[in-house]
């Protein structure tokens, strides 16, 4: 089993900054894929950015050049720096590791932009 526990969140102004990390920990394997996810009220779940076990990384356009994607092996743990924040970013953010072809979900941490 796997566990994943975020955290980082939390509410800022438009044009400043977070960071948000998700920690591993149970029956990790050598070779997966983090990443992150939102989710909007009344919205679809979407992908933010992933990163492979190698640091292939993968971004949603609506976020590139402004977010980081970035893991520490040894700590299982991936993070996400998030710049020049907008009110549209205002979501659930989620935690995902998959491997296996089996996908594992954090609990999820606030992040709110006010304009």
């Known amino acids: 089993q796997v566990q994943l526990v975020e955290s980082g969140g939390g509410l800022v102004q438009a044009g400043g900054a977070l960071r948000l990390s998700c920690a591993a920990s149970?029956?990790?394997?050598?070779?997966?894929?983090m990443g992150w996810y939102r989710q909007a009220p009344g919205k679809q779940r979407e992908l933010v950015a992933t990163?492979?076990?190698?640091?292939?990384?993968n971004y949603a356009g609506s976020v590139k050049g402004r977010f980081t994607i970035s893991r520490d092996n040894a700590k299982n743990t991936v993070y996400l720096q998030m710049n020049s924040l907008k009110p549209e970013d205002t979501a659930a953010y989620y935690c995902?590791?998959?491997?296996?072809?089996?996908?594992?979900w954090g609990q999820g941490t606030q992040v709110t932009v006010s304009s």
């Open positions: 995902n590791l998959r491997q296996l072809m089996y996908d594992y």
């Open positions: 149970g029956s990790i394997r050598n070779i997966n894929v």
């Open positions: 990163i492979t076990s190698g640091g292939s990384t």
